[in-house]
């Protein structure tokens, strides 16, 4: 009933969803893309998942511009909307570091050592987790509901497991008994920071929805 | 006719200035147009001041009684007392102005209504403090159920804007039937017009000063104003609809100035008291001693300048 009221706010409140989804298609993509080629050397597969990461993360970003294009047609009150637009761009931040680790795995030619596997299994599997509470918290976000300050707090716990296993792995990278190429060592490094860039963004957004959804509080 | 025009000048300055009490932070942060602000608060300001304005008319018109200069002159005085205010930056009230002129000719006529101008002062210290009373309880009640609501953030935005528009055009209903009085009662008080011509004339004369000259102040005051979130900002411009609802009932004209500050400073209570202006609050009692002592002032000076003869010199 009134559906005709709120005719724009419909066609943006679609939009977002419609982002959120392909932001966990270029999640399950990554992960997936991650293991085959890291873990059981599967690269041509690997190179399918990273072309379809690609391809998400692509209309991610053309649902982003459409939502943009849509919000500045009087969608929402001006607070709103600013307020929208920041949230999304954060959260687009995300596929973009999904994208480009795995670009740096297809076209640096990495193999990662069987000493790090375990390790950055599990990072990759709790940034993953960080990316699947946040992507739930815009939800209750968006419906208004309870669970923004718990989903908040999981990731802030998860981000510092991340921040932890990061350390970790770049003091087992750069351990003068390894007999890494140095060469080698500087791009595990940097591929270790990105993903590790991938729980921390997930904690700024989720901040960030916790701060806006107190703000309209009343 | 001619005699009118002061009446219709007051009233096209009381529209100009007062619509962006009731719509200049809805225009100004641009969640309503200022065509569609114009036009609303246009119709239901002559809405208004047909259905509802006789009680704040009958109230003025007994304060004293006037004939047609006399009437005119009332007029020009509270313009010119606007006006002056204006210049200084102080915040204007039409009503306490008009009410000033109309006492300073009762006095040079020795027939004030003290009766009547004691609920009519009453009401001046009234008016902030029934806005920011009246902001503070609906802030409180309509917040309990609106966090409790369950709508979700685009149903929330899209529901806020519509409240917003329709407590707008119950403000200007509620300015119309309040202030109306203000534009034409001492016509009536002349025996110029009966209180429905004088409503009308009062209404349609506040509706073009809207629809011509609102704008500027309408944004000024939007962006004085614009640090109020947008659940603050329809709270602010219901409880100003209300106050002045509340004291049209009572047959008073009050300051819709006064009311928005009032409810504004409702706001600040809710929301901590230091957010509270002591500069502001300053301001609006100079505003409320000087309205009516400069508009009483000028229309002694004109009623005695209009009653000076020429004498010729005895030979």
Known sequence: ?218 | MFSLLGGVFLGWSLGANDASNIFGTAVSSKMVKFGTAAVLASVFVVIGAVMSGSAGIETLKGLTSFDISEAVIASVAAAISVSAMTVFSLPVSTSQSVVGAIIGIGIINGQVNTAGLGKVVACWVGTPVGGAVICFVLYKVIAFFYNRSGVTLFRSDMLLRACLILSGSYGAYALGANNVANVSAVFVGADMLNVFQASLLGGVSIALGILTFSRPVMETVGKRLVRLDPFSALMVSLSLGATIHLYTMIGVPVSSSQAVIGAVLGIGIVKGVKTVSVATLKSIFAAWVLSPLVACGVSVLLIFISRLQYLPPVQ
């Open chain 1, 1 to 218: 009933m009134f559906k005709f009221l709120f005719k724009k706010e419909n066609i943006v409140e679609n939009l977002i969803y419609k982002y959120l989804e392909t932001f966990d298609k270029t999640r399950d993509n990554f992960s997936q893309a991650f293991y085959l080629c890291v873990e059981e050397g599967n690269c041509r597969d690997f190179d399918f998942l990273a072309e379809q990461t690609n391809k998400y993360e692509s209309m991610a970003d053309d649902i982003i511009d459409e939502i943009n294009n849509q919000m500045y047609g009087k969608v929402l009150i001006p607070d709103s909307r600013e307020d929208v637009m920041n949230l999304l761009l954060g959260l687009d931040k995300i596929p973009h570091i999904f994208e480009k680790s795995l670009f740096m795995i297809k076209y640096q030619n990495l193999h990662i050592p069987g000493f790090l596997f375990q390790d950055i299994r599990n990072l990759v599997d709790i940034s993953v987790e960080t990316c699947e509470i946040l992507a739930l918290q815009v939800k209750h976000f968006l419906k208004m509901e309870k669970g923004i300050r718990d989903c908040m707090n999981r990731i802030d716990v998860k981000e510092s497991h991340c921040d932890h296993l990061e350390k970790n792995l770049i003091a087992d990278i750069f351990d003068p008994n390894s007999d890494i190429d140095p060469y080698l060592r500087l791009q595990f490094k940097e591929l270790v920071v990105r993903i590790g860039d991938i729980s921390d963004q997930a904690d700024r957004v989720s901040k960030l929805v916790n701060v806006l959804s107190l703000k309209r509080r009343v």
